[in-house]
């Protein structure tokens, strides 16, 4: 039961969403911006970083949907996602997105957590100032959606296949896409 | 003032509201907030955030401006960010 009565039958930040749409339209920009418009870092890489934060923020509906959208950038791999959620060091992903990962994991801990230690061993993987911001705004603003999420108590489906269809959506359309506040199943229908 | 993390962060400030206000007071040499150089880097991305900063703080709302201010620095003690 969410904490304040929003629309019912939207589940996770949708409920919100719906609830209160002049913060959602900014919420939603920021999340095309640093998740899926054209960068350095690509859609499947910039997705995973946020799946990871909102894994350790302990974010059902988050870590679902982007881990979710995460897979279908990635040619469907469900399991790499996995396991960079439980051990990013021995998946099999580039050394570079292994290290962004450690800062994004510091970010989640406090901003105060990131050495540059951290940032060096991102520099010396070739990672680029403009990838190192983004990871540390990408990780920031996660903790920002996981606590909105889950702040308010709201509902998040505990059925695979509807954050499969999520996400499945999202890595075609990106976050601007007309209806995004419509309720649950509506990726499945469609 | 000490130096960011990112070097390419402080040295590059885009053209634009923020951009000047850090040339200003770098040419005065006066001490900023270093958020400057954050909002002056990507403002694609920084702009909404500022936006969005806009809407809850000041937007339509039952809570008075004061009350959301006090709710934003209480936050920010919490997570012990002086600024």
Known sequence: ?190 | MKPMFLPEIENSPQPGGRGDMIRLMRSSGKEYPQIWHLFAYRPKATDLLGGFTQEIMRGESPLSPGLRELIAAFTSAGNHCPF
């Open chain 1, 1 to 190: 039961m969410p904490h304040i009565k929003l629309p019912e039958g939207f589940p996770g930040i949708r409920g919100p969403m719906a609830f209160s749409p002049t913060t959602t339209k900014p919420l939603r920009e920021l999340a095309e911006v640093l998740l899926h418009a054209p960068n350095t870092l690509s859609p499947g890489e910039r997705e995973l970083i946020a799946t990871y934060v909102s894994s350790l923020n302990d974010c059902h509906y988050c870590q679902s949907c982007h881990g979710s959208t995460a897979a279908h950038h990635l040619g469907g791999n469900f399991e790499l996602v996995d396991n960079v959620k439980q051990d990013f060091e021995s998946a099999t992903v580039s050394d570079k997105l292994k290290a962004l990962l450690v800062i994004a994991g510091k970010v989640q801990k406090s901003g105060k957590a990131v050495t540059s230690e951290d940032v060096e061993r991102a520099r010396r993987q070739g990672a680029t100032d403009r990838e190192i911001h983004d990871t540390v705004l990408i990780a920031a603003a996660f903790c920002m959606y996981n606590r909105y999420v889950d702040g308010l108590a709201t509902w998040a489906p505990r059925d695979f296949e509807v954050y499969r269809a999520i996400g499945a959506k999202t890595a075609k359309e990106g976050y601007l896409r007309p209806g995004g506040e419509e309720p649950i199943g509506q990726e499945i229908r469609s």
